[in-house]
């Protein structure tokens, strides 16, 4: 009886060290350093409560949300008034590259203001098509992610307005068109580019492209996500501009 109780009580003296020890090991794995000076511990309570940088997830979405909220809507307001995009020479939709040897010959031939013409149109069918877009950028804001969060805060200056370009682009396309090929329809545009470069196909090697609503479609999503992403670099580095409490938070330490 007395050997059985002496080998009970080494056995419970044995199991006793080793857990000591594993848990030892466990703790001393747990609180090691690596080289971006943080445990394993402060990770995956890093994952679970912020970012390692005081905010938190929710900061970090609210914060990326009021961002591309206030630039979507500054921009499709800027660009959906008279002059919009005729007015800034950054965005100004010119005749297409293949398209400027037919416009130097129209204007040398006194045929001038018919060019002005189609480039006052395709820019005003632009600006129709930049207001009412809000709804289309906000659906994709608010899909925004906690991974893609992360992503865009640590990015570059424009990496939140290549997510909205990513994420909007083919419905934005789809909403444009149309409003585009009314507006070059009513300045007689469309028939206008169509009748000269059809002709002017004939006759040359370099084709002219005539779907001239696809050509300012393109441009006008091209101006509309280049003044988005002005807007971002501002909050980013402007303190001015970081007009709410939310974005002063999320960007005003970067």
């Not at 329809?185 to 005539?210: I, P």
């Amino acid at each position: 009886m007395k050997k059985l109780s002496a080998i009970m009580m080494l056995a419970i003296f044995l199991v006793s060290s080793v857990s000591a020890q594993g848990i030892k090991d466990l703790m001393k794995k747990g609180t090691k350093k690596d080289s971006t000076n943080k445990s394993v511990f402060d990770k995956v309570l890093g994952k679970t409560t912020s970012t390692g940088s005081g905010l938190s997830n929710d900061d970090i979405i609210g914060g990326l949300k009021e961002a591309l909220r206030i630039g979507t809507d500054s921009s499709s307001k800027k660009l959906s008034k008279l002059d919009g995009f005729f007015g800034d020479a950054a965005i100004k939709i010119l005749m297409p590259a293949e398209a400027q040897k037919v416009e130097k010959t129209l204007r040398s031939v006194g045929m001038g203001k018919l060019v002005d013409k189609a480039v006052l149109s395709m820019n005003r069918a632009a600006e129709d098509a930049a207001s009412g877009v809000g709804n289309i950028f906000w659906n994709a804001i608010t899909q925004m992610s906690i991974g893609d969060g992360l992503q865009i805060l640590k990015g570059g200056d424009f990496a939140a307005t290549n997510y909205l370009k990513k994420m909007t682009t083919a419905e934005l396309t789809e909403k444009f068109r149309p409003v585009i090929q009314g507006s070059l329809t009513k300045l007689d545009a469309t028939k206008y580019w169509n009748d000269v470069f059809t002709t002017y196909n004939k006759f040359s090697r370099e084709q002219v492209n005539t779907d001239l609503t696809a050509y300012v479609t393109e441009k006008a999503l091209a101006g509309l996500f280049y003044n988005i992403s002005l807007e971002e670099q501002k909050i980013r580095k402007d303190p001015a501009a970081q007009v709410t409490g939310i974005l002063k938070k999320v960007f005003g330490g970067q």
